[in-house]
């Protein structure tokens, strides 16, 4: 999922038959936090939809016969070289 501002072009390819969503509307009256599928204005809110899908706390994802795991988070640059 990705936020764009307006005015800019995007461009999406594809190698193979693909199917994209697009949603608009009025920009928010504040932040928006995103991690995972979750999104909200608020980040403990994000952070209590993480705390609760890994505890299981959410009804199976339709279609789906296993249970689908956080990705692991992102891993920070290193300043090592």
Request: aromatic share 8%; proline share 15%.
């Amino acid at each position: 999922m990705a936020v764009l501002t307006t005015a800019h072009e995007v461009e999406v390819p594809a190698t193979s038959a693909t199917r994209v969503f697009l949603l608009g509307g009025a920009p928010l009256d504040g932040p928006c936090f995103m991690g995972w599928n979750f999104e909200s204005s608020s980040q403990e809110a994000i952070d209590e939809a993480t705390r609760r899908w890994e505890a299981d706390e959410f009804p199976p994802v339709p279609g789906e016969t296993d249970r689908i795991p956080l990705p692991p988070p992102p891993v920070a640059p290193s300043n090592h070289q």
